[in-house]
């Protein structure tokens, strides 16, 4: 049974900045493209990174680049987001998301808060 647990969510102030952690399990991980999206309130969810499988390639959103980081530890099956200078359009329940071809799964969310 393939589970991604999110952990590291909290309530930080602007300009702050936090460390999301996914742990993974039940998959190969080193073989899966690792991804984070964010859901803010009353949107949809979207893209936040993403990284390829072996980590050779991370991709950003426009809104958090040279701000966010992501990387992955593929003998650890952990990817992580740090997340820096935030914003309070940051709020929102962050996923962790693996991909490999057609299999997808998705983990429980983490919420964020980033307080004016």
């Known amino acids: 049974q393939v589970q991604l647990v999110e952990s590291g969510g909290g309530l930080v102030q602007t300009g702050g900045s936090l460390r999301l952690s996914c742990a993974a399990s039940g998959l190969t991980f080193q073989d899966y493209h690792m991804s984070w999206y964010g859901q803010a309130p009353g949107k949809e969810r979207e893209l936040v990174a993403t990284?390829?499988?072996?980590?050779?390639?991370?991709r950003y959103a426009d809104s958090v680049k040279g701000r966010f980081t992501i990387k992955r530890d593929d003998g650890e099956s952990m990817v992580y987001l740090q997340m820096s200078s935030l914003k309070s359009q940051g709020t929102a329940v962050y996923y962790c998301?693996?991909?490999?071809?057609?299999?997808?799964?998705w983990g429980q969310g983490t919420q964020v808060t980033v307080s004016p």
């Open positions: 998301h693996a991909r490999l071809r057609g299999d997808v799964y």
């Open positions: 990284i390829d499988d072996y980590g050779w390639r991370a």
